[in-house]
């Protein structure tokens, strides 16, 4: 996720990878999860666009202000 910001916002700098189990957390952090989006297609007719389309619209959004 970390990458993808900075690619698109062509910024300078690197970021170095490190393992969720080297962070320290206290809580504990399922392995995979995803966000199930049945219902809300189903009953509200709404459509959740991928994490990287919405990135890119914020991002948009953020360098035109």
Not at 17 to 34: E, F
């Amino acid at each position: 996720f970390a990458k993808k910001i900075i690619e698109l916002s062509f910024l300078e700098c690197q970021v170095k990878p490190i393992l969720t189990k080297n962070m320290g957390q206290v809580a504990k952090r399922p392995q995979y999860s995803v966000l199930e989006q049945s219902k809300l297609k189903d009953e509200y007719q709404i459509q959740i666009k991928s994490w990287k389309n919405t990135l890119i619209d914020f991002i948009n959004l953020k360098n035109t202000q």
